[in-house]
């Protein structure tokens, strides 16, 4: 079992910045893939960015360039790294994780970018 935390979501007027972490616990050794999915009102939930069972970090077009993930392995912690914020990105951002064909969710953290 994975547990996922999510943390750092909150209203931000636009060009502003925020990170998000995301705190896995349990048994997180050979989780595969891991990485950041959102969901905005009346979509559906997209891929953000994440880490690939290689190690490579894959971004959404839409957030190339604007959106950095990254990770520290000895706190089991996985960030994002949200600059220049649209009013686009407004959305419930899910961390997820893969391992073993299951995937992991956490409860999901909302970001709000104001005009």
């Known amino acids: 079992q994975v547990q996922l935390v999510e943390s750092g979501g909150g209203t931000v007027q636009a060009g502003g910045s925020l990170r998000l972490s995301c705190a896995a616990s349990?048994?997180?050794?050979?989780?595969?893939?891991i990485g950041w999915f959102r969901q905005a009102p009346g979509k559906q939930r997209e891929l953000v960015a994440q880490?690939?069972?290689?190690?490579?970090?894959n971004y959404a077009d839409s957030v190339e360039g604007q959106f950095t993930i990254s990770r520290d392995t000895t706190k089991n912690t996985v960030y994002l790294q949200m600059n220049s914020l649209k009013t686009e990105d407004t959305a419930v951002y899910y961390c997820?994780?893969?391992?073993?064909?299951?995937?992991?969710w956490g409860q999901g953290t909302q970001v709000t970018v104001s005009p």
């Open positions: 349990g048994t997180t050794f050979n989780i595969n893939v």
């Open positions: 997820s994780a893969l391992k073993t064909s299951r995937d992991y």
């Open positions: 880490f690939d069972s290689g190690g490579r970090r």
